[in-house]
Structures are given as structure tokens and as C-alpha cells.
């Protein structure tokens, strides 16, 4: 992992030691940028994440740590998990869709739920059911939805599995939300509140 000059001043501010003596047995913190054989499958196995929250919403960003053969560390950021916090918790989901699959037109969709209204009289969805299709940006997903409630409007159905395109679907609503709402990342940074 390649530090700045900054970055590695602050780091050496962070951990310089005070003016206090310190007995012989003190901890010792260091930096490397390479990590050890024996601990280098732990770091390659973990499951980490970033938030940013921006406005009232949480950006969860899923963090993978690549190791190559120097043993050097490099992170590999993948598409956040966008989640709206007003009133209940919950994945953001985008509408403005036109794709018809299996009988139904999706209205809406999020990484965890979908609503699906019938395209015609008397289609429901009684039990778990698979479901493939195409988003608007040509990536194919795979998924398994039970509904929860039906009405007169449609369906509401949660995503119990996603077989295939989960990146791809995490993907394309952050995409979407960052088009909806564009204010919340000028110039390529998150800012704290929409104008």
C-alpha cells in the first residue's frame, strides 16, 4: 500500500512517542507496507466495509484485500450498498424502470426487495419464485423473490436469494442514485448535505 508524504507524517505523529520515559517493556507500534506470510490469508479472507454517509443516507461500501506476491496490500473497493436512513433503515430503491419479466412489469427494485405489478388480471405470486432479467444497462440478474404483501397496486416482494448479478444490481442502483442525486457528489466528492 503506497502512502503520501502526508499521509506517512501524520501516521508518525499518531504513534511518536510522548516525552514521557517509557519503561523498556513498552509496545512498540510499526508501519509496513508489506504483510507477513503467516497472517496475509487472514487479511485476504476478511470481510470489511466503509460507510459514508452523506445526507440521510449510508453508503456501505464492501472492501476486499488483495495481496500479491511482495506481500504488499491493495484495496479493491466494490459498489455501496446504499441505504436510506429516514424513518426505517432500508435498501434505496430506484423506480424509474421499464422491464417486464415472467408476467409481471417491475415498478421498483432495491438489493433486498422488489414490487412487481401484474401485466395481467388475476397474476399472482403465492409462493418463492425464480425470476431472471435484463437491467436498462444490459447486465443480467437472477433471483428468487416471496411475496410479502399484494394489493390492488401490485406486489411486494423481498429478494430471498440472488443467484446471479448481485455486484451488477449494487452496481447500477448506486449509478442511479448518484444520477438522482447528483448535488450529493459534485466534482466526484460526497458532500454533507443536498443544496
Known sequence: ??????ELNFL????????KSHPHNSHVLTMQSSVPASIAHLLSNANLTLLAEVAHYQLWFPLELKINGDGV?????????VIDTKGTQRSW????????????????????????????KGKQLNKVEHMEFMLPNKESISIDVEPVRQ?????????????????????????????????????????????
Open 1 to 6: 500500500m503506497d502512502f503520501s508524504n502526508e
Open 12 to 19: 508518525s505523529e499518531l504513534f511518536k512517542p510522548s516525552e
Open 73 to 81: 496490500i491493495n484495496p479493491i473497493l466494490n459498489a455501496p450498498e
Open 93 to 120: 430503491r430506484w423506480s424509474e424502470l421499464n422491464i417486464k419479466s415472467q408476467g409481471f412489469k417491475i415498478e421498483s427494485i432495491s438489493s433486498t426487495g422488489i414490487f412487481l405489478k401484474p401485466l395481467r
Open 151 to 195: 394489493s390492488t397496486l401490485g406486489i411486494a416482494a423481498k429478494i430471498t436469494h440472488i443467484h446471479n448479478g448481485q455486484e451488477h444490481l449494487r452496481a447500477y442502483l448506486f449509478e442511479e442514485h448518484k444520477r438522482k442525486f447528483a448535488k450529493l457528489y459534485q466534482n466526484g466528492q460526497l458532500i454533507e448535505q443536498l443544496s
